[in-house]
């Protein structure tokens, strides 16, 4: 091993350069972080930067890079101490979810970061959260996916990104943090999930699962809703689940007859339907109205208080794992990795 720590750089505005188009990804970023990072090099974990080809726009992220990276942090698992993954900001929480329900809970830390601006730029915020995210790559035991953005450490499938123009672009809605890094370095190990007896740092292969492209789809509710939006992930056979989001605590339009014969028509066709509020505070309470009751008669799940990108995860990772309609209406209420807050 000739660094502890691997860097994994899929793209994102934390590498980028300026070109005639614009920002865009751009390659030779082990050496641009040495001269970003200057004399604190010194007091950080020695890193090897593998680029990802091709580096990505995180925009054009699919389900099977969350296989790519997997296989990666397979392949390198017994060389490295820890793992750090930059990433672009837009669908970051994406892929911190898929990977906290492929790894569980993990025996060597990965930590997730980027930036609102690329390194190397005036007020950059990439340096400092470079710079955070190697320290704790080795130095502290992390057991959950996580990121670590502006200073603070975050459960990874509890993230959302709140803000396209501010350097605290992630928040924890419904979730405590993990830790806090101020002049001083707090973290919280009690918040962190258990590592089962069970585990091994030896090999990840037996986690290792392919995604089905275009398996699940989200529907947001909204006054007047088109019913050819219903129909279409009906009539998609590639299309297993949905994602539904709703009003306040889960309630629906349960006097729109389009929308009722939507849900029928999706239990008839065995599609796992989960309900997830549209609030970014709090989470669904399904039966709590008499606008939500009638979801649970028809198999609704109820998503509790996890993101959209967890929830949508989280029925991607189950349908990869071969589960059947049934499969997952068993096991969905299971907390995997900290996805939701236990009642």
Request: proline share 3%; hydrophobic share 40%.
């Amino acid at each position: 091993m000739s660094a502890q720590v691997l860097i994994l750089y899929t793209g994102g505005t934390i590498g980028m350069v300026q070109t005639e188009q614009g920002l865009a990804p751009a390659s030779g970023l082990q050496e641009r972080i040495e001269v970003a990072l200057g004399m604190s090099l010194n007091t950080l974990p020695s890193f090897e930067v593998l680029e990802i080809s091709p580096l990505i726009d995180s925009a054009n992220i699919t389900p099977k890079h969350w296989t790519k990276l997997m296989s990666i942090l397979a392949t390198h698992w017994r060389d490295y101490d820890g793992f750090v993954i930059l990433h672009g900001t837009d669908t970051m929480a994406y892929t911190a979810s898929a990977l906290s329900f492929m790894l569980g809970a993990c025996t060597k830390n990965i930590i997730l970061t980027g930036s609102q601006i690329p390194l190397g730029m005036n007020r950059s915020d990439a340096t400092s959260n470079l710079q955070a995210a190697l320290s704790l790559a080795i130095s502290h035991r992390i057991t959950d996916v996580s990121l670590v953005f502006d200073g603070k450490l975050m459960r990874g499938n509890r993230i959302q990104k709140i803000s396209s123009g501010r350097f605290e672009a992630f928040h924890t809605p419904n979730d405590d943090l993990l830790g806090e890094l101020a002049i001083g370095m707090q973290l919280y190990p009690t918040r962190m999930i258990k590592t089962n007896k069970d585990s091994s740092d030896t090999r990840l292969d037996n986690k290792l699962v392919s995604f089905r492209e275009g398996a699940v789809g989200v529907i947001t509710l909204h006054p007047s809703q088109p019913t050819a939006l219903y129909q279409s992930l009906l009539d998609d056979d590639n299309c297993k689940a949905i994602v539904l989001l709703t009003y306040g605590a889960g309630n629906v339009p349960d006097q729109n007859p389009a929308f009722l014969s939507f849900l029928t028509e999706a239990m008839l066709r065995k599609k796992n339907i989960v309900n997830l509020t549209q609030c970014l505070h709090g989470g669904v309470s399904q039966g709590a109205y008499a606008a939500g009751s009638i979801l649970s008669s028809m198999n609704v799940l109820s998503g509790r208080d996890m993101t959209l990108e967890a929830a949508f995860c989280k029925l991607h990772w189950l349908l990869a794992l071969g589960e059947s309609y049934y499969g997952i209406l068993e096991k969905w209420n299971t907390n995997y990795c900290g996805e939701f807050t236990p009642q």
